[in-house]
Each structure stands twice: as structure tokens, then as C-alpha cells.
T-cell receptor, first 113, second 116 residues
């Protein structure tokens, strides 16, 4: 089946620290991969995406590379800010009429000054 | 353009009562999704519509849950009768195209339901 596994949180960092949130997936087809972010009290919003192997998605200083050989899509940021505190969700969808996004459990990030 | 609009933002009700959650998708979006978010189960897809037609309701927990989309600008999720285990945040989301093409879902701010 199709599923996404994320590292458990919470992740607590100091401002300007390096961030990595691990994400691995299993998919029956050839998936597209996504990271969504949920700020407190809000709905999820798309952060970045990659639709084929070796693609790198990037946005707001975050980036993630689609690694088919390791079935991974780890989220990274070189220097986090307090405003990055949120819950981050890895997700996938598979083409071929399967019109669903499968989300991971989410990883909470707390950044302290 | 306004985003996805949900109401109410918060609902507190007693077990056995009927609950109706409402959603207005982004104008022009052909797909509408209802999700439920809890600490224990994370984000669960309940049902989605394409052009107002329910396509997949396999995530609807049981017959107490029903969803309708009478027109392109309005959808409801109804729980009757409600139970404490239905307490969750319910999100509505819409997309312009099939998710395999873009993966971009636009979420509302959610309706937080508490059933006492």
C-alpha cells in the first residue's frame, strides 16, 4: 500500500540551528512527494513538492530531495527561525486516478530564541 | 480570492446532538475534500467530491457521518448522533486539479468539534 512515515516529534531547536525532519515512504506506483506545514490555529498549506526522482523542492529556505533509492524525502533548513515553529507533514500521491494525498503523522517543530 | 471558508470555527455540543459543519471551497476548484485531525489518528481523509459528486467515501467512519455538496460553492458534513469520540478538528480542502498533477490542496482553518 501507500504510506508515509515521519520522525516523531517534538523537535526542539534554538534559533539559527540546522533542521532535518526525516520522511520515508512506500508506494505502489510512482509517487509525487510533498511537505505541508500547519501553523498554530490554521489549516495545512503546501510548503514544497517534488514529482520525480532526484528533484529538489524548495521554498522559504526549506528544501527536500526526492530519493528513490532510499524512498526518502527529508526536509532540511540551514537556519531556523522562531516563526518556523509549526507542525510539518510529509505526504504523497500516486498517479493513475488515485486522487488522494496520504499524509504522515506530522512532526512538531518548536524553535526557541 | 478568498480561501476555503469553514464554519463554525468551534462547536461544543452534547452527545446525541446533530452537528453540521459547513464549507465554501475556493471558486473554480473542482475537488473538495473533508479531513479529520486527531492526536491519535492524525489526518484522515473522510470523503472527497469532484464536480459536486462524491467520488470516494471510504474514509467515512460510520453511518452517523454524511456529507453533501449541493452545488459548487457549498458542502456540509453532518454527524447524527454525535459521540465524544467524534471530537476532532475537521478540515475542508479544495483543489483545482487532480492531486496527482499538482498535489496542492488548499485547506480551510478547520472546525474544532467537542462532543461532551
Amino acid at each position: 500500500g501507500n504510506s508515509v512515515t515521519q520522525m516523531e516529534g517534538p523537535v526542539t531547536l534554538s534559533e539559527e540551528a540546522f533542521l532535518t525532519i526525516n520522511c520515508t515512504y512506500t508506494a505502489t506506483g510512482y509517487p509525487s512527494l510533498f511537505w505541508y506545514v500547519q501553523y498554530p490555529g490554521e489549516g495545512l498549506q503546501l510548503l514544497l513538492k517534488a514529482t520525480k526522482a532526484d528533484d529538489k523542492g524548495s521554498n522559504k529556505g526549506f528544501e527536500a530531495t526526492y530519493r528513490k533509492e532510499t524512498t526518502s524525502f527529508h526536509l532540511e533548513k540551514g537556519s531556523v527561525q522562531v516563526s518556523d515553529s509549526a507542525v510539518y507533514f510529509c505526504a504523497l500521491t500516486v498517479s493513475g486516478g488515485y486522487n488522494k494525498l496520504i499524509f504522515g503523522a506530522g512532526t512538531r517543530l518548536a524553535v526557541h530564541p | 480570492d478568498a480561501g476555503v471558508i469553514q464554519s463554525p470555527r468551534h462547536e461544543v455540543t452534547e452527545m446525541g446532538q446533530e452537528v453540521t459543519l459547513r464549507c465554501k471551497p475556493i471558486s473554480g476548484h473542482d475537488y473538495l475534500f473533508w479531513y479529520r485531525q486527531t492526536m491519535m489518528r492524525g489526518l484522515e481523509l473522510l470523503i472527497y467530491f469532484n464536480n459536486n459528486v462524491p467520488i470516494d467515501d471510504s474514509g467515512m467512519p460510520e453511518d452517523r457521518f454524511s456529507a453533501k455538496m449541493p452545488n459548487a460553492s457549498f458542502s456540509t458534513l453532518k454527524i447524527q448522533p454525535s459521540e465524544p469520540r467524534d471530537s476532532a478538528v475537521y478540515f475542508c480542502a479544495s483543489s483545482l486539479r487532480q492531486l496527482a498533477n499538482t498535489g496542492e490542496l488548499f485547506f480551510g482553518e478547520g472546525s474544532r468539534l467537542t462532543v461532551l
